[in-house]
Structure formats: structure tokens, C-alpha cells
């Protein structure tokens, strides 16, 4: 078990001392984080599998080089090096951490032949740890089931063939693409914490025909047993979106003991939805009114219960959303439709309807900000190799973990505050900046020797 238990100080006043101070609480917030919520997680690297004859750095270290490439929002392997290369960079990671940052190659040689599954456990051991901790305790839905979005999200594109267990595809003008993509299961809170909780990489098996290709539907039973696996007993309510109202899925959750709400569109379900057409005048109704300083907005819902489908009684719940915009008198209109198994009474609808709504947040705080804000989880941090492909995304899944819990800490949310223009993405950059360019005084006391 690691403990960093030295505060640093700083060698000579910065020229720009806020920005060093910034750059200075975001790294305090990073090892606290580690601290307090995945202690051990540096042993844990040094028991995954090594394959290496010659071992230069150890598996901790190694990983660490990955985690911190991504916990850093270096963008690319190639940046990483750059800083790594800087003598004041490698020695504050050294002091402040107590790790040799290896070069980028180091780490991407054992990640090539390191299996997947080694990660995906290593980060379920970790959101266990997290769930123990109670910190998700509060956001369960009905105080009892934790909200897991289930979405597929791109991870590379190629336009020849990349390796054997690319997917392909050819547009109308005979343009054939190859590429990956990943089905996610994301714990998501109200917050805009976006956790993830298992993935599964939707991939060909080699030699399999065009037409018998892997996708998102059967992924999802294959990720549904990964969630099982690791987290048998954890009360989970499924989120999903359109692709996913149908048997197979019912019954998966049903098996498992989990809720569900899943967006119904129109075109789902028809048998489904014909019963309600008849029943919607019976359906019960709530109406909630929330006005800002800005619009008033008006909130609509509709539910009935026991409406049958294919053998199974399922609830209904429609929200309809009008917002008026008070500057300029134009309305805003949405609908939100649900399916669940959840039984609907007037106590329990408005959780239920909204919980559902917060399915958008995997794309949101999860893809979104892992694509866009510094993750750059597009990027192929390993050209070649699919296995390596797959374990810098399950990296890059710790890493955001640690870092949105950096986020949400009150002191970072203090300088969000006090200046406005000021990004979670430009509070990254100093940090750096200050890694790079502030030499730490006092040698950090490590009681962890890696290796
Ligand atoms: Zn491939």
C-alpha cells in the first residue's frame, strides 16, 4: 500500500505564482485522491502479469507511465515522452509520487501482450472500492439501485484493415471503413460522475463472415455477464437508450435482478405501445412547475402500470418538458418515454422519469469529455496492436475516474468558481506547466519501494 505523506514545497517563488498554485492543488488533489479512495493501486499493477525477459522498470511503474499519461491529459504517447524527457518533470513525479516515469515505448511493449481482462478486473476491484467507500451511496435511484448507462462509443477508425478483429463496413459509393467500438456500462450520478463499471469490446472473432459481424445487442449480453461477474450482488437500475426495448434484454435484466428504464421511440415495441394509445386517457398524472431567473419551465408526466408485453407486465412513463425562455418568449418542447419494470405510483414517477434522463450523461461527461477534453480517447495510442488498443482504454477509464473525483473536489471547484473563463482543461495545463517548470525542494517520503 502506497502513502504519500510529504507536502512539497517550492524551491523559489514562480513568477506566476497563481498559476503554479493551481497547477500545485490539482497535483495535491491527484495524490489525495489515490490516498483516500484507491489505496494499493500501485501494488495491484505489480501483480499483473509480466512477460518481459528484460525488466527495466517494474509493472507498477510501467502501468503508472500509462495511468499518468492519461490522468495528465497528455493527448498522446509522443507528448507524454516530451514531458517525461523534461529532467524537472520526471524528478517532481519522482519526488511527489515515488516512480521512474518510463518512456512511452516501455509501457506500450508490455501492453501489447498484457490480456485485457488482467485491466478490466484491476479497474472492477477498483469502483468496488469506491462503492465500499459509500461516496456513490447517495446518488442510488429509490435509495436502493445504483444507475448504469449502457451505450456503445467509437474507439479508432482505419481505412484499410487493421487487424483481425476489426469491424468493417462499406458505404454506398463502395467505400469500406474498418474500425472498433466499445459497449460501456457507466455508473452515472446527477453530478455528472460518469464511472465505469464494465466495458465490452464489440469485435469480430477472426475469419467470421460480413454478415454474422459482433454488435452493440450482442455485446450487452456479453457485458451483462461481466457486471454479474464482478459485481454480483450490487442493486443496479439499467439506462438505455432506443436500441435496447426488446426481449432479450428484459430478460437479462430480469435474470440478474436488475431495473431497468429504457427510452421507448415511437417505432419500438408495437404491440407495447397500441396498449397504451388505449389507456393513455386512464394514465395517472403529476405536473410540476420550476421557474430560474431566466425560464419557466413546465413539467409534465404520465404513467400506467401493467401493460403487457410479450407475457411480461411493464410500466409506462411519458415526461413531457416546456420551458420558457422569459428573454425572448420562445418555447422549448421535449418528450421523454420510458419503458421499465419499476412499478410507478405518484411517489416514485418523478425519480423514475428523471433517473431515465440521466442516461445522456455516458455521452456526455463519459464519451464526450474522454473524446474531447484532453482523454483523447480516439487517438491510437498503439497503432498496431489491438490488445494494447484495449488496455489504454481501460487505463484511460482509471484514470478519468481518479480525475473526475479530482474535479469534484471542493478546491478545484473553488478556482472553477472564483474565474469564470478558467477550464477544467487549462487548470490541466498548469499542472503541467508546473511539473515542468518548478522544482520541488523537499524529497517526498515514500514508504514504497516499486519493483
Ligand atoms: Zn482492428
New binding site residues.
Given amino acids: 500500500m502506497l502513502f504519500f505523506q510529504k507536502v512539497f514545497t517550492l524551491r523559489e517563488p514562480c513568477k506566476n505564482t497563481t498559476a503554479a498554485e493551481k497547477g500545485k492543488i490539482i497535483l495535491s488533489q491527484i495524490r489525495k485522491v489515490i490516498n483516500t479512495h484507491f489505496p494499493g493501486i500501485f501494488t495491484k499493477f505489480n501483480c499483473l502479469t509480466d512477460s518481459r525477459k528484460r525488466r527495466e522498470y517494474s509493472m507498477a511503474e510501467l502501468i503508472t507511465g500509462a495511468l499518468f499519461m492519461f490522468i495528465f491529459k497528455e493527448t498522446s504517447r509522443n507528448s507524454y515522452n516530451n514531458d517525461r524527457r523534461e529532467e524537472c518533470f520526471r524528478n517532481n513525479f519522482l519526488k511527489h509520487f515515488g516512480f521512474n516515469l518510463p518512456h512511452g515505448d516501455a509501457f506500450d511493449e508490455v501492453l501489447c501482450k498484457l490480456n485485457p481482462d488482467e485491466i478490466e478486473s484491476l479497474k472492477a476491484t477498483l469502483v468496488s472500492g469506491l462503492i465500499e467507500q459509500k461516496i456513490l451511496r447517495k446518488f442510488r435511484f429509490l435509495g436502493k439501485f445504483y444507475l448504469v448507462a449502457v451505450d456503445a462509443t467509437g474507439m479508432?477508425t482505419?481505412n484499410k484493415?487493421?487487424?483481425?478483429?476489426?469491424l468493417t463496413k462499406t458505404s454506398k459509393n463502395g467505400l469500406t471503413t474498418?474500425f472498433?467500438y466499445v459497449l460501456e456500462a457507466k455508473i452515472v450520478t446527477s453530478t455528472g460522475l460518469c464511472i465505469s463499471l464494465a466495458s465490452e469490446f464489440i469485435e469480430n472473432t477472426p475469419g467470421i463472415d460480413f454478415e454474422k459481424q459482433d454488435c452493440e445487442q450482442k455485446a450487452f449480453a456479453r457485458l451483462a455477464l461481466k457486471i454479474k461477474k464482478h459485481f454480483p450482488r450490487l442493486p443496479i437500475c439499467i439506462l438505455a437508450d432506443g436500441l435496447y426495448p426488446n426481449n432479450t434484454v428484459f430478460d437479462i435484466c430480469s435474470k440478474n435482478g436488475w431495473s431497468f428504464i429504457i427510452t421507448l421511440k415511437d417505432g419500438n415495441l408495437k404491440t407495447f405501445q397500441t396498449e397504451v394509445g388505449l389507456l393513455k386517457e386512464t394514465a395517472k398524472q403529476q405536473i410540476v412547475y420550476q421557474a430560474s431567473k431566466y425560464t419557466r419551465t413546465t413539467l409534465e408526466y404520465a404513467y400506467l402500470n401493467e401493460i403487457e408485453y410479450s407475457g411480461h407486465y411493464y410500466s409506462w412513463v411519458e415526461c413531457k418538458e416546456s420551458i420558457l425562455y422569459t428573454n425572448d418568449n420562445h418555447f422549448d418542447i421535449q418528450r421523454f418515454v420510458y419503458i421499465t419494470n419499476i412499478h410507478l405510483t405518484n411517489k416514485n414517477v418523478l425519480e423514475t422519469a428523471n433517473s431515465g434522463r440521466l442516461r445522456w450523461k455516458i455521452e456526455n461527461e463519459g464519451f464526450n469529455s474522454q473524446k474531447n477534453l484532453g482523454y483523447n480517447l480516439e487517438h491510437k495510442y498503439s497503432r498496431d496492436s489491438?490488445t494494447a488498443?484495449q488496455n489504454y482504454y481501460l487505463i484511460l477509464q482509471i484514470a478519468h475516474m481518479i480525475n473526475q473525483l479530482v474535479e469534484h473536489k471542493k478546491e478545484v471547484i473553488q478556482i472553477i468558481r472564483e474565474h469564470s473563463k478558467q477550464t477544467i482543461v487549462d487548470l490541466w495545463k498548469k499542472l503541467i506547466g508546473f511539473l515542468t517548470m518548478v522544482p520541488f525542494h523537499d524529497p517526498i517520503n515514500v514508504p514504497y519501494q516499486p519493483g
Fill in positions: 479508432a482505419f484493415k487493421h487487424c483481425d478483429h476489426c474498418w472498433h489491438f488498443m
